[in-house]
């Protein structure tokens, strides 16, 4: 099993550009989300999905759109960057939502 | 609001110490908390999970406990070794009524250990 991927590693935008951040992954699981991390915070949620065609806000959901066409991808998009959304983008996926959370290694983004 | 606390922020300590790292949470109402290791440019690996009903997890050199009375978790790391440096961080799932599978982070303890 490759776990959990992401696509870029590492990516540079401008601002008012318009990308998507890839995850898959290939376990099976049903539960997937997307945290954002940040110099001197913890990791926060920004979007999540219970399953296929379910999706839902995080905690710092403004700037960002999900969908969940199928149960293995679940891909993250910026619809106009901006500066403020420069951090390091973390997909994660678990069996349920109580279950123990598999992290992909990451997206380095940064928006000039 | 869940608020999640790890002391100490850093540590260095020579190979072969035994360690103890904490971590707090304002919550008591919580599902279960997992700890994460984190290297440098990397993602996070999940190291242990303890339910709320449990008291404590092992895994090898790795032992996790859980007190939710009094708010607290600690990672003890025995023999530690130059390999587990690191940043190592703490997560709690919320109970029922919070935001499905939405982990509450700790901003870590980046752990040097130095041979």
């Known amino acids: 099993n490759a776990g959990v991927t992401q696509t870029p590693k590492f990516q540079v935008l401008k601002t008012g550009q318009s990308m998507t951040l890839q995850c898959a992954q290939d376990?099976?699981?049903?539960?997937m989300s997307w945290y954002r991390q940040d110099p001197g915070m913890g990791l926060r949620l920004i979007h999540y999905s219970v399953g296929a065609g379910i999706t839902d806000q995080g905690e710092v959901p403004n700037g960002y759109n999900v969908s969940r066409s199928t149960t293995e991808d679940f891909p993250l998009r910026l619809l106009s960057a901006a500066p403020s959304q420069t951090s390091v983008y973390f997909c994660a996926s678990s069996l349920g939502d109580t279950d123990t959370q598999y992290f992909g290694p990451g997206t380095r983004l940064t928006v000039l | 609001k869940q608020e999640v606390t790890q002391i100490p922020a850093a540590l260095s300590v020579p190979e072969g110490e035994n360690l103890v790292l904490n971590c707090s949470f304002t919550?008591?109402?919580?599902?279960?908390l997992q700890w994460f290791r984190q290297d440098p440019g990397k993602g996070l690996t999940s190291l242990l999970l303890?339910?709320?009903?449990?008291r404590e997890q092992t895994s090898g050199r790795l032992n996790a406990s859980l007190d939710k009375s009094s708010g607290r978790s600690t990672l003890y790391i025995a023999a530690s070794q130059p390999g587990d440096s690191a940043t190592y961080l703490c997560?709690?799932?919320?109970?029922?009524?919070?935001?499905?599978?939405?982990?509450?982070f700790g901003r870590g303890t980046q752990l040097t250990v130095w041979p």
């Open positions: 919550d008591s109402a919580i599902y279960n």
């Open positions: 303890i339910q709320s009903s449990q």
């Open positions: 376990m099976n699981h049903e539960y």
């Open positions: 997560a709690f799932l919320g109970d029922r009524g919070s935001t499905l599978g939405r982990l509450y």
